[in-house]
């Protein structure tokens, strides 16, 4: 697919490209980007309340049909949804490496996640997962419980993982018979608008899936204009905790329910009988990937005293070695806080393993390790979002729960351990989502529930956990 001019919207299988002075300038920085990738537009079109109203009512006039559509036709088109993707692998792998200014190896992830995703929502279109259930009943009554979709949706995707995540934000909607709108993000809406365009390509009926973005100033009028429409019933969203926390207050006072995967400060705790060297790999695969710009990555690694020296020593001695091509974040404003952050440690005590040199390049911050962790540091409860990871010794691992306690999010953790049964007994101990057990703690699979506790959001992502967030049940009652 050639890249348009101007990366339009896509309302009702037209592309949009008015009002002209809603359009905003791309993000990508020339100089970190590989010349030989193709190059992209320049120019994004931004919606306004009237492209946001046209996209919902294009949803609306789409969705009667659209969950009346067998579940052998909504099979066939995600099977050819996942055939073209994976055709078009090497095109939206350059798109996302330019855009978010990522390594080919987090490109391949989002690819191979994105395929599998929708390969598993190919499979539960015709399972049991949405044929609801006939309960028992009396000798003169029969109840019949039906899933029925629930309406238009709106999906916002975050830019850190643009393809899978902009899959998701709609994916499942679509497969329970729902229709959706793809809110894309405006630091990767080249990404997002591939994404609305394939369901088009793959033959997805007309407003089946429609997709805008906005300038930032426009993101409160457009967010309000859709989640106040009668049509649009539910909203999913990816991203910060506070944006998060405006998403839901807003749709709740519209009485619209919402499914929010949100920030997490996400710990690694090493005990003392753990593989260190499988721990130290881990550890910095969690915490640098993508440059730390996951929801999941390692925050902080809770390590045991008796072997607190050796895995430091073991982090310090293997960081270039694990991830060697960490070295931007998305925009300068994650460098300044990020910086900001290491400052306020540093001041309190907390000491660099390793000592890189922050670079004064836009956008540019290595990954860093800081020793010497506590509660009373901005990083101690902040999230970091960044190539940026935390150690803290610990005496045992009542300690370490007793710290993570303190945290008020609860997405991902990781422990490190030879003895499974313990380490299953402190797992379930943990207030988070999914605990890694001698695994990174960024970590998703299409056949699993994603999603976290307290500040890190509610409901799940996956598999057929996913699939059922968008509908609801209907019970009929037959009397004799």
């Given at each position: 697919m050639a890249e348009p001019k101007v990366i339009p919207l896509l309302i009702d299988s037209q592309f949009v490209v008015e009002p002209i002075a809603y359009r905003y300038p791309a993000n990508v920085v020339p100089s970190l980007i590989d010349q030989s990738l193709p190059t992209l537009s320049d120019s994004i079109q931004g919606a306004d309340k009237a492209a946001c109203l046209a996209a919902v009512e294009s949803c609306a006039r789409a969705f009667p049909a659209w969950a009346a559509t067998s579940p052998f036709e909504k099979?066939?088109?995600?099977?050819?949804?996942?055939?073209?993707?994976?055709?078009?692998?090497?095109?939206?792998?350059?798109?996302?490496?330019?855009?978010?200014?990522?390594?080919?190896?987090?490109?391949?992830?989002?690819?191979?996640?994105?395929?599998?995703?929708?390969?598993?929502?190919?499979?539960?279109?015709t399972s049991d997962k949405l044929g609801g259930s006939i309960p028992m009943g009396t000798e003169k009554s029969t109840a019949l419980v039906f899933m029925e979709p629930l309406g238009v949706i709106l999906g916002i995707a975050p830019w850190n993982a643009p393809l899978i995540l902009g899959i998701r934000s709609v994916a499942a909607a679509v497969a329970a018979g729902n229709t959706a709108i793809l809110k894309g993000s405006e630091l990767s809406p080249r990404t997002h608008f591939f994404i609305a365009n394939l369901f088009l390509e793959a033959g997805f009926p007309r407003g089946v899936v429609n997709f805008i973005t906005h300038r930032a100033e426009n993101a409160v009028e457009c967010f309000d204009t859709i989640i106040n429409h009668t049509a649009v019933r539910k909203c999913n969203f990816t991203g910060?905790?506070?944006?998060?926390?405006?998403?839901?207050?807003?749709?709740?006072?519209?009485?619209?329910?919402?499914?929010?995967?949100?920030?997490?400060?996400?710990?690694?705790?090493?005990?003392?009988?753990?593989?260190?060297?499988?721990?130290?790999?881990?550890?910095?695969?969690?915490?640098?990937?993508?440059?730390?710009?996951i929801c999941m990555?390692?925050?902080?690694?809770?390590?045991?005293?008796?072997?607190a020296s050796d895995l430091k020593a073991k982090l310090a001695g293997n960081l270039s070695v694990v991830l060697p091509d960490v070295s931007h974040v998305i925009t300068d404003t994650s460098r300044v806080r990020l910086k900001r952050l290491l400052s306020d440690a540093q001041s309190k005590g907390g000491q660099l393993l390793g000592a890189p040199q922050i670079e004064s390049e836009e956008r540019s911050f290595p990954p860093t390790i800081i020793d010497a962790i506590t509660s009373n540091m901005d990083f101690g409860h902040l999230e970091a979002f960044g190539p940026l990871l935390g150690i803290r010794v610990v005496g045992n691992e009542q300690e370490a729960l007793q710290i993570m306690a303190e945290s008020t999010y609860g997405l991902s953790a990781a422990i490190f351990s030879r003895n499974h049964f313990q380490a299953l007994q402190l797992a379930r101990q943990m207030k988070v989502g999914a605990v890694h057990i001698n695994g990174a703690t960024v970590h998703d699979a299409p056949n699993l529930p994603h999603g976290g506790v307290g500040d890190s959001g509610f409901g799940r992502f996956g598999a057929h956990w996913g699939l059922i967030e968008f509908v609801q049940t209907k019970t009929i009652i037959i009397n004799e």
């Open positions: 099979r066939r088109l995600f099977l050819k949804l996942s055939q073209l993707l994976r055709s078009k692998g090497e095109e939206i792998r350059g798109i996302v490496e330019q855009e978010i200014s990522c390594s080919r190896l987090w490109s391949y992830i989002n690819l191979e996640d994105s395929i599998g995703l929708i390969d598993e929502l190919a499979a539960l279109t910060s905790t506070a944006v998060g926390r405006s998403v839901a207050s807003k749709a709740g006072a519209a009485l619209k329910p919402v499914l929010l995967e949100l920030g997490g400060k996400n710990f690694a705790v090493v005990l003392g009988d753990a593989d260190l060297d499988k721990a130290c790999q881990k550890i910095l695969e969690g915490a640098f990937l993508n440059n730390g710009q990555s390692t925050d902080t690694v809770l390590v045991v005293e008796s072997v």
